[in-house]
T-cell receptor, first 111, second 110 residues
Framework: SQTIHQWPATLVQPVGSPLSLECTVE??????LYWYRQAAGRGLQLLFY??????ISSEVPQNLSASRPQDRQFILSSKKLLLSDSGFYLC??????????FGPGTRLTVT | KNEVEQSPQNLTAQEGEFITINCSYS?????LHWLQQHPGGGIVSLFM???GKKKHGRLIATINIQEKHSSLHITASHPRDSAVYIC????????????FGTGTRLTIIP
């Protein structure tokens, strides 16, 4: 069966520190992968999506970057976190059938 | 630009009431997700609709492609239905990006 893993579940980081959030998918191959963010009191927003290894599209200018080093691995990174990077980060995958499956999310607090 | 508008923003109802949440979307969107987000933040996809109607237990979702409108209904609402319900449009391009509505915070009072 298809599953999606995301870690860590919660993270508290100081301003200026680096960030690495990891997402892995099992039970499928060549999925579309997505990173979404939900800032406090706001709706979900697409940050990045990937249709294949090494292929990353960015939706909004920001302090973050994404990479897809393997078919089922999607990483969200930052070299120096800002306060405004705080939020709830969700990874998701799709298989080209319009269905999308969401990970459990990472709640990031930048202090 | 794909857009999704959702209403109402907040909804409070008594247990047992019939609930309706509405979603309108723009061109460039070929299907919709209805998502449920509980206080912990986790998101569950309730339905994916490209046409017609789907039912799962007390939940019913409908979509009218011509009018670009979808509704989520909850029959015999229960306090455990309290959550944020989010409508998300699926891009009709190959990347299937989601554009989210602002969400409806539903509170069911016992």
């Amino acid at each position: 069966s298809q599953t999606i893993h995301q870690w860590p579940a919660t993270l508290v980081q100081p301003v200026g520190s680096p960030l690495s959030l990891e997402c892995t998918v099992e039970g499928t191959s060549n999925p579309n992968l997505y990173w979404y963010r939900q800032a406090a009191g706001r709706g979900l927003q697409l940050l990045f999506y990937s249709v294949g290894i090494g292929q990353i599209s960015s939706e909004v200018p920001q302090n973050l970057s994404a990479s897809r080093p393997q078919d089922r691995q999607f990483i969200l990174s930052s070299k120096k976190l800002l306060l405004s990077d705080s939020g709830f980060y969700l990874c998701a995958f799709g298989q080209g059938s319009y269905e999308q499956y969401f990970g459990p999310g990472t709640r990031l607090t930048v202090t | 630009k794909n857009e999704v508008e959702q209403s109402p923003q907040n909804l409070t109802a008594q247990e047992g009431e019939f609930i309706t949440i509405n979603c309108s979307y723009s061109v460039g969107i070929s299907a919709l997700h209805w998502l449920q987000q509980h206080p912990g933040g986790g998101i569950v996809s309730l339905f994916m609709l490209s046409s017609g109607k789907k039912k799962h237990g007390r939940l019913i979702a409908t979509i009218n492609i011509q009018e670009k409108h979808s509704s989520l209904h909850i029959t015999a609402s229960h306090p455990r239905d309290s959550a944020v319900y989010i409508c998300a449009g699926i891009s009709n391009f190959g990347n299937e990006k989601l554009t989210f509505g602002t969400g409806t915070r539903l509170t069911i009072i016992p």
